[in-house]
């Protein structure tokens, strides 16, 4: 299984970008996908997530701003990010709970977005 994500890159502060992230092998089922992103110096944290029945759940920083969505038949989670602010800067990873011959956490490569003031 592999997770691709795509949509990262460099955006002045009020801007907007969008992630995506595509998860691909043979895969029966998937639960919950997320994002998690890390700044630099600081620890990671959950962005945002959202289980197979649509059930979103937002961290503290990005509530309002941001929106998850997901396509089933694609396996893909998306990312809305909008009125970025300079401390949105970090590596976003894109993280799914899914099943092949067993139930697992898969995680991307991570994208960059970087948000100038």
């Known amino acids: 299984v592999q997770l691709q994500a795509f949509g990262g890159g460099s955006v002045q502060a009020g801007g907007s970008l969008q992630l995506s992230c595509t998860a691909s092998g043979p895969i029966i089922a998937v639960h919950r996908m997320a994002w998690y992103r890390r700044a630099p110096g600081s620890r990671g944290e959950m962005v945002a997530s959202?289980?197979?029945?649509?059930?979103?759940a937002y961290g503290d920083p990005v509530k309002a701003r941001f929106f998850i969505s997901r396509d089933n038949a694609k396996n893909t989670a998306y990312l809305q990010m909008d009125y970025l602010k300079p401390e949105d800067t970090a590596v976003y990873y894109c993280n799914e709970y899914l099943r092949t011959d067993s139930w697992r956490n898969y995680w991307g490569q991570g994208t960059l977005v970087t948000v100038s003031s």
């Open positions: 959202i289980t197979h029945d649509g059930a979103a």
